[in-house]
């Protein structure tokens, strides 16, 4: 998912794409300590689209913070 894409998601889909991501990105690390991860890069693209997530939350509670 890109920037943009993420960026047109409301709030509620936002904390519940972030959740998900956090749980996949958890899966992701039990497999690669089990050495099962088909892909490597996988957990690396995950950890990426958990920060991007997260960004854009921050972002969005500044804005809202600073608009009061």
Known sequence: MTSEQ???LSDEELQEELS???QELMTLR???AAKQLA???QLKEMRRQV???MT???E???IR???G
């Open 60 to 62: 969005r509670k500044i």
């Open 6 to 8: 993420i960026r047109k």
């Open 56 to 58: 854009i939350q921050t």
């Open 51 to 53: 920060a991007r997530l």
């Open 30 to 32: 039990f497999a690669g």
């Open 65 to 67: 913070e600073a608009n």
């Open 39 to 41: 892909n490597p890069n």
């Open 20 to 22: 998900k991501s956090r």
